[in-house]
């Protein structure tokens, strides 16, 4: 180690960043780097989500249609045929309700529920969710079973 090749340690020497609109002497002054005119060297500019620089943008050229029911209540569907599946591996005997399917990952927690009749159902259970389709009802009672709405 010379003279010459004397360095700070590495991290102790913190650069500031350059120093702008401090004069013309500092080769930053003037517009401070920031261009001539336009928005973006103006104070207080900020760029709004989907500008296209004055173009019209794409949200408001493309044709709007149709309508989007707010108060809308999305059901996750569960065909006879998954239950069917679960009894006979054994992961359900009698009873099928919200926490039996949480456990089996065909629902989460606060879904709302409805049993749709797709599949044949042989054994009798005591089904308790939010919704049955006609013949979901149907197809549990001739099995022996009841449907119990939430």
């Known amino acids: ?3 010459h090749n004397l360095q700070p340690a590495k991290g102790s020497v913190k650069t500031q960043g350059k120093r702008v609109g ?8 003037g517009t401070a780097t920031r261009g001539h005119k336009g928005a973006k060297s103006r104070s ?3 760029r709004k989500v989907g500008f296209e620089g004055g173009q ?5 050229r493309v044709p709007k249609f149709g309508f989007k029911n707010i108060n809308r209540k999305e059901y996750v569907g569960i065909n006879l045929h998954k239950l069917q599946e679960l009894v006979d591996c054994k992961k359900i005997t009698d009873t099928v309700t919200l926490d039996i399917l949480v456990e089996n990952r065909l629902a989460r927690r606060n879904d709302l529920v409805k049993i749709l009749g ?5 054994a009798a259970l005591t089904i308790t969710v939010h919704k049955f389709t006609a013949s979901a009802k149907a197809a549990i009672e001739k099995a022996g079973g009841t449907a119990t709405t939430l």
């Open 118 to 122: 797709d599949g044949a159902l042989k």
């Open 1 to 3: 180690m010379t003279l």
């Open 56 to 60: 019209m943008p794409l949200q408001r």
């Open 44 to 46: 207080g500019y900020s």
């Open 22 to 29: 401090r004069g013309q002497g500092s080769g930053k002054g």
